[in-house]
């Protein structure tokens, strides 16, 4: 077993449901897959230092200790590949 550290910008966009309540939603996506969350902090919406998009210039960040198997990292990102809630992803090893 191995320790990660997953952040996600998750994109609230027309979600009708706080940031809490989709920081937890998404706890569950990561364990369905097999991971252990050990925690899940909301960092809060921040602005983005350079905007792709008018439409999009800030998103709620998010941030996970996930620990399991080598392919984990791999099974949390297909997983959230199609997921329209999260926009950016990345997973380090801790």
């Known amino acids: 077993m191995a320790n990660y550290?997953?952040?996600?910008?998750l994109d609230?966009?027309?979600?009708?449901?706080?940031?809490?309540?989709?920081?937890?939603?998404?706890?569950?996506?990561?364990?369905?897959v097999g991971a252990s969350v050990s925690s899940a902090?909301?960092?809060?919406?921040?602005?983005?230092?350079?905007?792709?998009?008018?439409?999009?210039?800030?998103?709620v960040y998010a941030q996970y200790q996930i620990s399991g198997?080598?392919?984990v990292p791999s099974k949390v990102l297909e997983k959230l590949r199609l997921n329209k809630l999260v926009s950016h992803k990345m997973i380090q090893k801790v």
Do not use: H
């Open 5 to 9: 550290k997953a952040t996600f910008i």
């Open 12 to 32: 609230t966009r027309g979600r009708e449901e706080s940031a809490d309540e989709l920081v937890d939603s998404l706890k569950g996506e990561i364990e369905s």
């Open 41 to 59: 902090e909301n960092f809060a919406r921040q602005d983005f230092a350079r905007a792709a998009d008018i439409r999009y210039e800030s998103g």
């Open 69 to 71: 198997d080598a392919d």
